[in-house]
């Protein structure tokens, strides 16, 4: 381990900037809240911030990405086909442990199963990755409930602990262990990791007194979702309050459904382009012939819950889709994120 004094963080980032394109956690200037983005101007980077408004994984997953182009030539009857390539490498600087353990799901989901995703993997190859420990948890946090938070326990290439003076830095891959070398930072002394875990625990042991807006003990939940012994009409209950807007899969750093489709050009070519999708969205099991097997809301919303809480996601994953950011509850206009459903579902038991 290292220590970083604070006046040494502007230099770690501004030697990371040579090579990368940095995104951080910034105040908006108009709305005042905090997102992960493009640093456009370094010196907004601001590490104390609450967790940002959307997750980070739209700099692996972006939101709107073609993927390759081609062009057919009717008299040959050949197609021509290009991939495109117009990816650089980048830094995400201050990531929190949830959105962390949220990228790490979709690695499994995009390199770790049958098919590996090549645009995917392109960007992950590129990417160098700093984390940022929770010293103290946010209203809307409940990490401990998914074992994705304070610290992050893996995933990084470098992960940053506030001190109150400095930070601890712990290296997590030979490209974190370099970068520590260039910087010359002093070594941290066998004291520091006992220094992190207080931190950690000290950070778990406040969530009762800072994170009062969710709270979600899932193993319950997860048990009746597993089995599926939870009546019709709780899911009934949590389709009437859907608005079919997509918000929670948009906001959640683990989802992962996307969409495929051709785009004619002007110019001949024709491109492919990926696109977020939601299993709220009516059409998004849509078949041929206009057949649909999840059309009622409520079928919909309880294959989104048994993605995130179910075992047998947790064991295609190594752990639950749901990391514990609370972005879901934030911004679902139907009160239904996924702290609220945990609560109908323990409920339920109790009263049965």
């Excluded at 949830?98 to 090549?118: A, I, K, N, P």
């Excluded at 998004?284 to 075992?311: Q, W």
């Excluded at 190594?318 to 950011?325: D, E, I, M, Q, T």
């Amino acid at each position: 381990m290292y220590w970083l004094e604070k006046n040494q963080l502007e230099q770690l980032v501004k030697k990371l900037a040579k090579d990368y394109r940095i995104f951080g956690p910034r105040r908006d200037e108009v709305s005042g809240e905090v997102i992960f983005d493009w640093l456009e101007n370094l010196s907004d980077l601001d590490l104390q911030a609450s967790i940002p408004y959307n997750p980070p994984k739209f700099i692996l997953f972006p939101h709107f990405e073609e993927i390759l182009k081609y062009r057919y030539d009717h008299r040959s009857k050949k197609a021509v086909i290009e991939r495109i390539n117009l990816l650089e490498p980048k830094a995400l600087v201050g990531i929190r442990a949830c959105d962390l353990t949220g990228l790490l799901c979709l690695d499994r989901f995009f390199l770790g199963q049958e098919f590996v995703d090549e645009v995917y993997l392109e960007h992950r190859k590129k990417l160098f990755i700093i984390s940022n420990t929770c010293v103290r948890p946010f209203p809307q946090c409940f990490c401990v409930c998914t074992d994705s938070g304070p610290g992050a326990k893996e995933g990084y290439d470098l992960d940053l602990t506030f001190t109150g003076e400095g930070y601890i830095v712990n290296c997590g891959s030979k490209k974190g262990q370099k970068l520590a070398e260039e910087l010359g930072l002093k070594e941290a002394g066998p004291e520091a990791s006992e220094l992190r875990q207080k931190i950690i625990d000290d950070s778990i042991s406040s969530f009762d007194r800072f994170a009062l807006e969710n709270k979600a003990w899932i193993s319950r939940a997860t048990n009746r979702l597993t089995t599926g012994f939870i009546k019709p009409e709780v899911w009934e209950y949590i389709g009437n309050q859907c608005f079919e807007c997509g918000a929670c899969s948009f906001v959640c750093p683990t989802c992962s459904c996307f969409n495929i489709e051709d785009v004619n050009s002007k110019t001949g070519d024709t491109y492919r382009v990926r696109t977020w999708d939601s299993c709220s969205f009516e059409g998004y099991t849509k078949m041929a012939g206009d057949h649909n097997p999840r059309k009622p809301v409520e079928d919909r919303r309880n294959k989104r819950f048994f993605c995130k809480l179910s075992y047998s996601q947790s064991k295609k994953y190594l752990r639950p889709g749901c990391v514990g950011c609370g972005r879901c509850a934030r911004v679902c206009p139907g009160d239904i994120g996924l702290p609220n459903v945990v609560t109908y579902i323990r409920r339920e038991i109790t009263e049965g």
